[in-house]
């Protein structure tokens, strides 16, 4: 690949680790003002500057981000279905790659549906942009989505998806953690993983365990959004996952610190607009 596709890849993926924490805040293409997300301008002001990437969609990118940021953007092109529509799966390419060169991001992401009833569409639309993207020097990132389907997230599922986004041309894959094997769905793909938080976790102690997990297992990093900007304390939360991603922290010293953070009373962060809609 040229030197414009590298660099993009480098700053996504710093030194000296090679790994990322990106945030995701694109839930509302298709879940709407998610609680915790309401305002993106809002929870995204304390967190932009602590990630390595940021994930989202235009509307948000032009709406909320402030241009003056060196945060690398990992834009969301996919789209076309709602959390109250039909079939999730119902996705296609939303935002051209000339667009998403003239907002000058560091890569381009789409969801694709291994198993669903839009298969097809998903994977061919997946190949077809990581042409376009290969031709201008931009990164593509596959998401293996399940849509509703949350118990379809298990390592062979997740193999399958995983390898097939990355037959495809995928640079990238975004996949879920499972417990049984995940260390198969990272040695069957060979592109750099990053592992999605999915629907906020019970305990601090389980995020963190499974970003521990994910980065032990081989995994280059995560893409996590609600489990982050929901939890009460959403800072601390990204800098002790920061910790275990670039610094090899514990799961005990991550959260040690996560916990030193929460009781003293200075550090108390502000809760993002809250708002009866959830997700
Ligand atoms: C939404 C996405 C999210 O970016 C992905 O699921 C990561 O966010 P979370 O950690 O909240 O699951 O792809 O479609």
Redesign the pocket.
Do not use: E
């Given at each position: 690949m040229d030197w414009g596709w590298q660099n993009r890849m480098a700053r996504m993926f710093p030194a000296p680790t090679g790994r990322t924490v990106m945030l995701?805040?694109?839930?509302g293409?298709?879940m709407g003002p998610t609680h915790g997300l309401e305002v993106p301008r809002q929870t995204l002001a304390p967190l932009l500057g602590l990630c390595d990437a940021v994930?989202l969609t235009r509307g948000v990118l032009r709406t909320s981000v402030p241009p003056s940021t060196t945060t690398p953007v990992v834009l969301?092109v996919s789209g076309g279905a709602s959390v109250v529509g039909a079939d999730l799966s119902h996705e296609a390419l939303t935002t051209s790659v000339e667009d998403a060169l003239r907002l000058n991001v560091s890569a381009v992401a789409m969801?694709v549906f291994v198993g669903s009833a839009h298969e097809h569409e998903s994977l061919v639309n997946l190949g077809a942009l990581v042409n376009q993207g290969e031709a201008v020097g931009l990164p593509v990132m596959g998401?293996t989505?399940v849509g509703k389907e949350l118990d379809k997230r298990d390592a062979r599922y997740l193999s399958l998806a995983s390898r097939i986004a990355a037959e495809q041309g995928a640079h990238v894959v975004?996949t879920y953690y499972c417990e049984d094997g995940f260390s198969r769905v990272v040695e069957g793909c060979p592109v750099p993983i990053v592992v999605?938080?999915?629907?906020r976790l019970e305990t601090d102690r389980a995020v963190l365990e499974l970003v521990h997990a994910s980065i032990s297992a081989g995994a280059r990093g995560v893409?996590?959004?609600?489990?982050?900007w929901q939890s009460d304390h959403p800072v601390s939360m990204l800098k002790a996952i920061r910790s275990i991603v670039h610094e090899d922290c514990t799961v005990k010293e991550a959260l040690q610190a996560l916990e030193e953070a929460r009781l003293a009373p200075t550090a108390r962060e502000p809760r993002a607009d809250a708002s009866p809609v959830r997700a």
């Open positions: 995701a805040v694109d839930h293409y298709f994930a969301r969801s998401i989505a975004k999605a938080g999915g629907p893409d996590m959004g609600r489990n982050i």
